[in-house]
Antibody, heavy 119, light 109 residues
Framework: QVHLVESGGGLVKPGGSLRLSCVGS????????MSWIRQAPGKGLEWVSF????????YFADSVKGRFTISRDNAKNSMYLQMNSLRAEDMAVYYC????????????WGQGTLVTVSS | EIVLTQSPGTLSLSPGERATLSCRAS???????LAWYQRKPGQAPRLLIY???TRATGIPDRFSGSGSGTNFTLTISRLEPEDFAVYFC??????????FGQGTKVEIK
């Protein structure tokens, strides 16, 4: 059974940094694109970033480009989101999700980790 | 960018009733690359339906999807207590990775 677990969320001051982690199990992690999706309070879902199976392909939403980086360690079945220069508008629940191998639908999700940006 | 508009925002129904949720796209969704997800508080979101009528693994047949072009529908034939949740659609045809609708909350009447 596919299982995704996020960690690393918490309270950070504006301008600060945070690193989110996602560990996958129950599937061959290295075979799949992985992604970060977020939902801010009162807002819809936003696809923040994704990374290709080998780490070469990366996507970032315009809202985070230049501030966030994504990486993965297939040996550890893990994906990471390094978030720098955090803003109030980055406050959200961040979900890790596995991308389908046929189209960018999201086959499995984690429960999410909350990032709070506040002074 | 394709904008997805879901309606209604909230649907108040009783267990056993039929739920019909709409997802309208600002332009045609190629290949009908449209998916529906369910999210319950404190749980991981779950893929229900994709392209646009194929049920994901383990999804009961009371869930069905239909539509094409710019208009898509998720139908829950008879609501079970566990179906009260937020449902959102996603198109993944345009500009990978695609966009999401704002969600429809199905609540107990």
């Amino acid at each position: 059974q596919v299982h995704l677990v996020e960690s690393g969320g918490g309270l950070v001051k504006p301008g600060g940094s945070l690193r989110l982690s996602c560990v996958g199990s129950g599937f061959i992690f290295r075979d799949y694109y992985m992604s970060w999706i977020r939902q801010a309070p009162g807002k819809g879902l936003e696809w923040v970033s994704f990374i290709g199976s080998s780490g070469e392909t990366k996507y970032f939403a315009d809202s985070v480009k230049g501030r966030f980086t994504i990486s993965r360690d297939n040996a550890k079945n893990s994906m990471y989101l390094q978030m720098n220069s955090l803003r109030a508008e980055d406050m959200a629940v961040y979900y890790c999700a596995r991308v389908s191998r046929s189209g960018y639908k999201l086959e499995s999700w984690g429960q999410g980790t909350l990032v709070t940006v506040s002074s | 960018e394709i904008v997805l508009t879901q309606s209604p925002g909230t649907l108040s129904l009783s267990p056993g009733e039929r739920a019909t949720l709409s997802c309208r796209a600002s332009q045609s969704v190629d290949y009908n690359y449209l998916a529906w997800y369910q999210r319950k508080p404190g749980q991981a979101p779950r893929l229900l339906i994709y392209e646009p009528s194929t049920r994901a693994t383990g999804i009961p047949d009371r869930f069905s999807g239909s539509g094409s072009g710019t208009n898509f529908t998720l139908t829950i034939s008879r609501l079970e207590p566990e179906d009260f949740a937020v449902y959102f659609c996603q198109q993944y045809a345009n500009s990978p990775p695609g966009t999401f609708g704002q969600g429809t909350k199905v609540e107990i009447k």
